[in-house]
């Protein structure tokens, strides 16, 4: 009897290790917004988009690196194909500068191909955190010919001008629906798909400081990440991107997306102060 209790024991104390274990994982792995500390930064942080060799087959990669080794680092880029979600590159690392992430991808053509990172570090002092934040973006149009970033030729402008009106299009009608769905009216709001993030601060009123900006970017990200990307991965999702509805008074935005037949709406209010 001594034996089975004293194996009982073990095998408790290996499951709660266990899970403590995980939970501390998930919780490191989980965006956390903390005051940004102005005195470090990036020294380089960049998403790209690459042709290869191989037909109708990109790289897409991901790079940050910190100026400070710092206690928590993660990367996570979103790709998308005509507005859909094609995949997620998620990392993170302790006590590192350097993140690099790279994934080899076909695309069918006649599609506009994007991607948008959040790149991310957090810095612990003792009992104080603090984090570095930036954002990269990239594009790519593919046809069925060639790939490139900018039309260069009267054909590819007109292939461009095309596609991009039939994608803006559907992504309106989705974004309409998902707004009548939640009884939002289009007008009180400037929206802002999800791969114009990197421009989010020019929504902003000039009042607002740089402070209040990176601190509503931030929290942002934390939202996206804790209720719409991982939700997403697990999903499988292919849905269109979601869309970022700033109020015209700046007190609230909201995230409105679908994964698989349910809809989604997320609420962040908005301190302007410091």
């Known amino acids: 009897m001594k034996v089975k209790r004293h194996l009982f024991l ?3 104390l290996i499951i709660v290790t266990v899970f403590f274990v995980m939970t501390n994982i998930i919780a ?3 965006i956390t917004y903390f005051p940004i500390d102005y005195d470090r930064t990036f020294t380089s942080a960049e998403s790209s988009l690459t042709p290869t060799n191989e037909q109708y087959t990109i790289d897409w990669a991901s790079h940050s690196t910190s100026e400070d080794s710092l206690y928590l680092r993660q990367d996570v880029s979103l790709l998308f194909r005509n507005g859909a979600l094609v995949g997620v590159l998620n990392k ?7 993140i690099e992430q790279k994934q080899p991808v076909t695309i069918r053509p006649n599609a506009v191909v994007q991607t948008i990172s959040f790149h991310h570090g957090e810095r612990h002092d003792n009992e104080t955190i603090t ?5 990269s973006t990239d594009e790519l149009y593919m046809l069925k010919n060639n790939s490139f970033k900018t039309p260069k030729t009267y054909g590819q402008t007109q292939a461009v001008t095309e596609l991009d009106q039939q994608i803006k299009h559907q992504l309106h009608m989705y974004w309409e629906e998902l707004m009548n769905h939640f009884n939002i009216n289009e007008e009180e709001y400037s929206s802002i798909p999800l791969t114009e993030i990197v421009n989010f ?16 970017i931030g929290q942002l990200w934390e939202g996206l990440y804790k209720n719409y990307i991982l939700a997403a991965v697990e999903a499988n999702s292919n849905d269109l991107m979601p869309i970022i509805l700033l109020a015209n008074d700046q007190t609230h ?18 301190n302007l102060k410091h």
Do not use: P
């Open 10 to 12: 073990c095998i408790m």
């Open 28 to 30: 490191e792995m989980t």
């Open 92 to 98: 993170w690392l302790q006590n590192t500068t350097t």
């Open 131 to 135: 984090s570095i934040q930036a954002m």
């Open 201 to 216: 601060d020019q929504y902003l009123s000039d009042t607002v400081s740089e402070k209040a900006s990176d601190r509503i």
């Open 253 to 270: 935005l909201f995230i409105l997306y679908k994964i698989g037949s349910e809809k989604h709406q997320l609420k962040q209010q908005i």
